[in-house]
């Protein structure tokens, strides 16, 4: 089974940036599109964005997109969320997670699309 590794989160103001990782180990036997979702305190978990197999393709919720950039480095088996501009609703567990299916499958912004999860990591913005 992969795991996968959150790390970058921290405590941040209003109006600043926060860059997460997600590194992938462990039986990597296939590779799919990729993507990031975050949890709340009481909320239920929410599709942030997510990435093609190859990176050629992104997609983004609306409510971080133009401040949120995902990547990702299939030679280092890493993904990445650039977070700018962060609001006090940013707030929360932000987890990676790799996309079931084969590598042709299009983008998916649903939990259940998703076969693997890391612990998460969190992510504080203070006003």
């Known amino acids: 089974q992969v795991q996968l590794v959150e790390s970058g989160g921290g405590l941040v103001q209003a109006g600043g940036s926060l860059r997460l990782s997600c590194v992938a180990s462990?039986?990597?036997?296939?590779?799919?599109?990729m993507g990031w979702f975050r949890q709340a305190p009481g909320k239920e978990r929410e599709f942030v964005a997510s990435?093609?197999?190859?990176?050629?393709?992104?997609y983004y919720a609306d409510s971080v997109k133009g401040r949120f950039t995902i990547s990702r480095d299939n030679a280092k088996n890493t993904m990445y969320l650039q977070m700018n501009s962060l609001e006090p609703e940013d707030t929360a567990v932000y987890h990676c997670?790799?996309?079931?299916?084969?590598?042709?499958?299009?983008?998916?912004?649903?939990?259940?699309?998703?076969?693997?999860w890391g612990q998460g990591t969190q992510v504080t913005v203070s006003s």
């Open positions: 997670a790799r996309q079931a299916g084969p590598f042709f499958s299009v983008l998916r912004t649903l939990v259940t699309d998703f076969d693997s």
């Open positions: 462990g039986s990597i036997f296939r590779i799919t599109a």
């Open positions: 990435i093609s197999w190859n990176g050629g393709s992104t």
